[in-house]
């Protein structure tokens, strides 16, 4: 059988989980959302800077592996 201190538990325990996701929808109301144009073109600098780190890397490393070959025991 469940003991009252363990419904107390339980219900304080349901209370708190609602409260929750009572504040969650309201905060969800308050986002400022971007536009549409603001969001793709972010994005695009986003893919742009990432592909110039690659090819910066890349290159690194090909310069990296073109100097170490000119060490002996290779």
């Given at each position: 059988?469940?003991t009252?201190?363990?419904?107390?538990?339980?219900?304080?325990?349901?209370?708190?989980?609602?409260?929750?996701?009572?504040?969650?929808?309201?905060?969800?109301?308050?986002?400022?959302?971007?536009?549409?144009?603001?969001?793709?073109?972010?994005?695009?600098?986003?893919?742009?800077?990432?592909?110039?780190?690659?090819?910066?890397?890349?290159?690194?490393?090909?310069?990296?592996?073109?100097?170490?070959?000119?060490?002996?025991?290779?």
């Amino acid at each position: 059988m469940s003991t009252n201190n363990e419904t107390v538990k339980k219900n304080d325990t349901i209370k708190a989980i609602t409260s929750y996701f009572k504040g969650v929808r309201a905060e969800w109301g308050k986002i400022n959302w971007p536009e549409r144009q603001q969001v793709i073109l972010e994005t695009l600098f986003v893919i742009a800077i990432v592909a110039s780190f690659t090819i910066v890397i890349y290159l690194m490393d090909i310069i990296f592996k073109w100097i170490l070959g000119f060490i002996p025991g290779n």
